[in-house]
């Protein structure tokens, strides 16, 4: 039962625009959220995080929002830039926990 | 950032020997870490809670035995995985809770190691 869904695997951008990146989730305790990005053969990079009493969440180009409601949240990086290349993974963890549990990811390719 | 280090960052060996993979948090203290492990183009799954000086929670179906879990410093977590098989082949990836300071301020999460490819032949 996959409780963390990213039903893109990929998605392609031109440099400049916005990449969102899209996630769902089906347990409604889940009440913090992250953005990791991940190259090949390396560990996930933490990107930005929420908490379910937000429901937008900003830090430079990247944006996180949430809609509790829908459980759904998603991830806005604007400008796109090459160097944003990437699988994108989300995760979620439940109140009173240290536990993540991660999407499939989604691979970005950024172009010129 | 938080820094975590794994060692080694591949490792290849023959089924039926065992593999111990370190993880270290660099620059902070870690009472808790975690092991992941992820198949190829697939997601990121957990193994176990590592916890300094207790024994580790292992997630349901993950074989405690099969896989060593100790945590004896603040700053080390070792995986041992026994008698290994091809089956076990995998990318092990550890990752230490700690707090970073960001534009939006500071932010208390999992650091991820850089990961550990096993190949067993």
């Known amino acids: 039962d996959q409780q963390v869904k990213q039903n893109s695997p990929s998605l392609s951008v031109q440099e400049g625009r916005i990449s969102i990146l899209n996630c769902d989730y089906t347990?409604?305790?889940?009440?913090?959220f992250l953005w990791y990005k991940k190259y090949p053969a390396e560990g996930p990079t933490f990107l930005i995080s929420?908490?379910?009493?937000?429901d937008k969440n900003e830090d430079g180009r990247f944006t996180v929002f949430l809609n509790k409601s829908a459980k759904h949240l998603s991830l806005h990086i604007v400008p796109s830039q090459p160097g944003d290349s990437a699988v994108y993974f989300c995760?979620?963890?439940?109140?009173?926990?240290?536990?993540?549990?991660f999407g499939t990811g989604t691979r970005l390719q950024v172009f010129p | 950032g938080a820094v975590v280090s794994q060692h080694p960052s591949w490792v290849i060996c023959k089924s039926g020997t065992s593999v111990k993979i370190e993880c270290r948090s660099l620059?902070?203290?870690?009472?808790?870490m975690f092991w992941y492990r992820q198949f190829p183009k697939q997601s990121l799954m957990l193994m176990a809670t590592?916890?300094?000086?207790?024994?580790?929670?292992?997630e349901q179906g993950v074989e405690k035995d099969k896989f060593l879990i100790n945590h004896a410093s603040l700053t080390l977590s070792t995986l041992t995985v026994t008698s290994a098989h091809p089956e076990d082949s995998s990318f092990y990836i550890c990752?230490?809770?700690?707090?970073?300071?960001?534009?939006?301020?500071?932010?208390?999460?999992?650091?991820f190691g850089p990961g550990t490819r096993l190949t067993v032949l």
């Open positions: 990752s230490a809770r700690g707090t970073t300071q960001g534009l939006a301020g500071s932010t208390d999460t999992q650091y």
């Open positions: 347990n409604s305790m889940f009440d913090y």
């Open positions: 929420i908490s379910s009493i937000k």
């Open positions: 995760a979620a963890s439940a109140y009173n926990t240290d536990k993540l549990i």
């Open positions: 620059d902070f203290q870690a009472t808790t």
């Open positions: 590592s916890n300094e000086g207790s024994k580790a929670t292992y």
